[in-house]
């Protein structure tokens, strides 16, 4: 019979790693195109120097197109903020001739209201006849106010406001003892804004401080007395 020590030699014997072998479709060899630690140390100073000098031209590069970019960009910029501007000039000059169209036609037609109020505070209707004929052009009158309120003409109330110059023009100053000085008495001719914006100036009286008694008219109401 073998002996203990010739089993236990071919048990180990029969443990041992069998041999590698190829799987098959992978390549298990080293990749020669990647640098190994002999290739880098085989990099002289010469090599060194010039992929230095080439990453300095590429950093450099980099750099001038970054500036030309930065200059496209603001060239964009001032465009868009140039472009708005013209557009937002073009728009106010655009609705500022619409309204010096606007405000001088319907300036015309203020005559045309203006007649309408003095025919309807000079005439009084006496017969049947007179009343159809006052009504008829009343009618026209009131079609033509509605029309104008519509596009956005409004009548000033002058009468007892202060004085404005930028909405009042002043033909007449009175004494006065009831109104107070610079204050309204009488609108002689209607004014009219069309929005914010004057159409015509109201036409008004100015009441002003009446004088003061001179010595000369307190002789008299002494000597009248």
Do not use: C, W
Not at 32 to 40: A, G, K, R, V
Not at 192 to 212: I, Q, S, T
Request: aromatic letters at 4%.
């Amino acid at each position: 019979f073998p002996s203990h020590d010739t089993v236990i030699n071919e048990e180990s014997t029969d443990n041992s790693s069998p041999e590698t072998e190829p799987v098959s479709g992978i390549d298990l060899s080293p990749d020669e195109s990647l640098p190994t630690q002999e290739d880098s140390a085989t990099l002289t100073d010469s090599d060194l120097m010039t992929l230095t000098s080439q990453v300095a031209s590429l950093t450099e590069q980099v750099s001038s197109l970054q500036v030309q970019v930065d200059e496209r960009t603001g060239q964009y910029v001032r465009i868009v903020a140039d472009f708005e501007n013209f557009r937002r000039r073009t728009q106010r000059e655009k609705e500022d001739l619409e309204q010096q169209v606007k405000g001088s036609t319907l300036t015309e037609l203020l005559s045309v209201v203006d007649n309408f109020e003095r025919a309807r505070s000079q005439i009084k209707p006496q017969t049947e006849g007179e009343m159809v004929i006052h009504k008829s052009y009343q009618g026209v009158y009131k079609q033509l106010v509605d029309g104008l309120k519509r596009l956005g003409v409004a009548p000033m109330r002058a009468e007892g406001q202060e004085f404005d110059p930028n909405l009042h023009e002043a033909v007449m100053r009175e004494q006065s003892a009831d109104y107070g000085e610079g204050i309204v008495m009488e609108e002689l001719v209607r004014g009219y804004l069309l929005g914010d914006r004057v159409l015509r100036h109201a036409m008004v009286k100015v009441a002003v401080a009446p004088e003061p008694p001179t010595e000369e008219n307190n002789t008299e109401e002494e000597s009248v007395t």
